[in-house]
Nanobody, 124 residues
Framework: QVRLVESGGGLVQAGGSLRLSCAAA????????IGWFRQAPGKEREFLAQ?????????YYADSVKGRFIISRDNVNNTVSLQMASLKPEDTAVYSC????????????????WGQGTQVTVSS
């Protein structure tokens, strides 16, 4: 199993940028694909992006964020980042990362391990 910890959330003005990090503890980082999700109050958890940690870095984006968000990995430090740009108030949510052995995977049912999330608030 892998312990995931998100960081980088905070308050940002609309149009601004924010970079989130998902740090994995353990020695099995390369066996999982990491996905970013978010959940706003009253809404279901929404898939954002996924990246493989094995071999080449394959990426998979939700249409809603493609072009604004960029997912990347750092295998040396066992981290996956989500660079978010052109943020909107509707991006306000708790952002979480999850680990799965499946790629591509946009359903949260495919993810076995989760971080506790980091709050992103975008003001207008």
């Amino acid at each position: 199993q892998v312990r995931l910890v998100e960081s980088g959330g905070g308050l940002v003005q609309a149009g601004g940028s924010l970079r989130l990090s998902c740090a994995a503890a353990g020695r099995t980082f390369s066996t999982y694909a990491i996905g970013w999700f978010r959940q706003a109050p009253g809404k279901e958890r929404e898939f954002l992006a996924q990246i493989t940690t094995w071999g080449g870095a394959l990426v998979y984006y939700a249409d809603s964020v493609k072009g604004r968000f960029i997912i990347s990995r750092d295998n040396v430090n066992n981290t996956v980042s989500l660079q978010m740009a052109s943020l909107k108030p509707e991006d306000t949510a708790v952002y979480s990362c999850g680990a799965t052995s499946t790629f591509p995977a946009r359903s949260d049912n495919d993810y076995t391990f989760w971080g506790q999330g980091t709050q992103v608030t975008v003001s207008s």
